[in-house]
């Protein structure tokens, strides 16, 4: 590898459109293997970004998701082996209103896992 040069990344993979979502929630680019959580989401910012991945990317898949797989590589293995990201062609959905009790999230869980 030639020292000085950034990385070359991928375009348009699923754990790219993933990776520009997280970005732009913490002002700054996480690495593969971080944490969502040690990387300063925490379970609402989590809630919201599966609104964006399910909304914006078209990607059908539980909210639990994002807990059980909780970085970008781990997250885009599951997506790729589920075949969730073939959904991405899918016409943006609108996203339901995100309920911000603590027992409205705990419902959506519910619902979604």
């Known amino acids: 590898m030639t020292q ?3 990385p070359i990344k991928p375009t348009g ?5 993933v990776g520009d979502l ?3 929630k913490l002002g700054r680019q996480i690495g593969l293997d ?3 959580f040690e990387a300063g989401l925490n379970s609402l910012a989590l809630v919201d970004l599966h609104e964006e991945i399910t909304g914006k990317l078209g990607v059908d898949m539980p909210i639990t998701t ?3 797989y909780p970085n970008l590589r781990l997250l885009g293995g599951y997506l790729k082996d589920s075949g969730a990201n073939a959904r991405q062609a899918a016409p943006e959905r609108s996203s339901r209103p995100i309920g911000g009790s603590r027992r409205d999230i705990r419902s959506r869980l519910r619902k979604d896992g």
């Not at 993979?13 to 459109?17: A, F, L, P, R, T």
């Open 4 to 6: 000085g040069l950034p």
């Open 13 to 17: 993979s699923i754990v790219d459109q």
């Open 22 to 24: 997280v970005e732009a």
């Open 34 to 36: 971080e944490s969502f």
């Open 66 to 68: 994002l807990f059980r």
